[in-house]
């Protein structure tokens, strides 16, 4: 795809957004299996749903856009989920690999938060109120699940994994 157009990098975004949620929507139910907290994992399965939302909504503004959004692969998103798989695979202390699943969530969430509010502004710029409605809600759910990952780190689960880590003498 050639990007000649504000237009063109607008639809390059959601191209992008639309891989990476639809990676997420895959991803989330393992982070969900691997969580050993019940709030964490009940954070993952929320998450999920809202991410099933945010592919429909892109789907929303590819129609009112009469644009297609599949044939990209968002390669950073597939970078942060592997290594939250690997991750996921290590040896680890349940409290501390819940630790690093938070954080391996909230690099994605970071990423979109990014992604969505390029979108936005390119949406904003060419006119288009609806997209940016859209993808504004999205913005917004974006933004308030990285504050519950950190909220559910700084209160309980990092809480937890720092009780195991030995004294220094």
């Known amino acids: 795809m050639k990007l000649q157009t504000l237009q063109d990098l607008l639809v390059h975004e959601l191209k992008d957004l639309y891989s990476a949620e639809?990676?997420?929507?895959?991803?989330?139910?393992?982070?969900?299996?691997?969580?050993t907290s019940e709030a964490l994992r009940a954070g993952f399965e929320e998450h999920l749903e809202q991410t099933r939302n945010h592919v429909a909504r892109l789907e929303e503004i590819a129609k009112?856009?009469?644009c297609k959004l599949g044939g990209h692969?968002?390669?950073?998103?597939e970078g942060l989920i592997e290594e939250g798989s690997e991750l996921i695979s290590e040896d680890a202390e349940d409290a501390v690999r819940d630790a690093g699943l938070i954080g391996a969530a909230q690099r994605v969430e970071h990423y979109e938060i990014?992604?969505?509010?390029?979108a936005r502004t390119l949406a904003e710029c060419l006119g288009?109120?609806?997209a940016v409605k859209l993808l504004n809600e999205t913005l917004d759910e974006e933004k308030a699940t990285d504050e519950k990952l950190t909220e559910l780190a700084e209160t309980t689960i990092n809480v937890e994994a720092a009780e195991l880590t030995p004294a220094e003498s």
Do not use: E, F, I, W
């Open 22 to 35: 639809n990676q997420l929507v895959k991803a989330l139910p393992k982070m969900a299996r691997a969580a």
């Open 128 to 130: 288009y109120g609806d």
């Open 64 to 66: 009112s856009l009469d």
């Open 114 to 118: 990014a992604a969505y509010g390029t």
């Open 73 to 77: 692969r968002c390669k950073a998103m």
